[in-house]
T-cell receptor, first 118, second 113 residues
Framework: NAGVMQNPRHLVRRRGQEARLRCSPM?????VYWYRQLPEEGLKFMVY????????ESGMPKERFSAEFPKEGPSILRIQQVVRGDSAAYFC????????????????FGPGTRLTVT | AQSVTQLDSHVSVSEGTPVLLRCNYS??????LFWYVQHPNKGLQLLLK??????LVKGINGFEAEFKKSETSFHLTKPSAHMSDAAEYFC???????????FGKGTTLSVSS
């Protein structure tokens, strides 16, 4: 049973370019979460999505960042016009059921995408 | 608001000696608490979770944690460290809405032979 898959594992972009990060949740999981890890820091929540819906985007920067989880295919985190401060590791997690139904939900994490902006 | 504080940024132990990684939390309700481990350049792996059942929680690889409500603590322990335990450990609390996880800043565990 494959775990959460993320690609690419490493991504290098010049300032001003776009970055697209992909996440395929575990089989049977329909809830996806994106987190960002800056150097020397813990992970910070960005956004929570279900299929075709953004449920909670309270951690997303107001500009340049967007996320989607279409009916078919992986979840995409898109960063437009990247800046050096966007350099970080971006982790995706998935869960089997909605957190609102139970506090005992578990999130399973992917290996992350390390974005470097030059 | 929920928050979590990991009291040590680095912990160094010798192989075969006990491990103690300290974590205090703040929450306006009874939270779910987790410990995750991250090996270099790898994703995060769930070690154990507390969800208001038994206060002493056993996890994988010999780790366990005790939930102490009076002290708002959820310290991670292991009786005997192994070289393969060297990694970054994160104490995590469920967010207010339940959708987000709130991470501590992490504790780096070093194990020497």
């Amino acid at each position: 049973n494959a775990g959460v898959m993320q690609n690419p594992r490493h991504l290098v972009r010049r300032r001003g370019q776009e970055a697209r990060l992909r996440c395929s949740p575990m089989k049977g999981h329909s809830h996806v979460y994106w987190y960002r890890q800056l150097p020397e820091e813990g992970l910070k929540f960005m956004v929570y999505l279900q299929k075709e819906n953004i449920i909670d985007e309270s951690g997303m920067p107001k500009e340049r960042f967007s996320a989607e989880f279409p009916k078919e295919g992986p979840s995409i985190l898109r960063i437009q016009q990247v800046v050096r401060g966007d350099s970080a590791a971006y982790f995706c997690a998935s869960s089997l059921r909605s957190a609102e139904l139970s506090l005992a939900y578990e999130q399973y994490f992917g290996p992350g995408t390390r974005l470097t902006v030059t | 608001a929920q928050s979590v504080t990991q009291l040590d940024s680095h912990v160094s132990v010798s192989e075969g000696t006990p491990v103690l990684l300290r974590c205090n939390y703040s929450s306006s309700y009874s939270p779910s608490l987790f410990w995750y481990v991250q090996h270099p350049n790898k994703g995060l792996q769930l070690l154990l979770k507390y969800t208001s059942a038994a206060t002493l929680v056993k996890g994988i690889n010999g780790f366990e944690a005790e939930f102490k409500k009076s002290e708002t603590s959820f310290h991670l322990t292991k009786p005997s460290a192994h070289m393969s335990d060297a990694a970054e450990y994160f104490c995590v609390v469920s967010g207010e809405t339940g959708t987000a996880l709130i991470f501590g800043k992490g504790t780096t565990l070093s194990v020497s032979s």
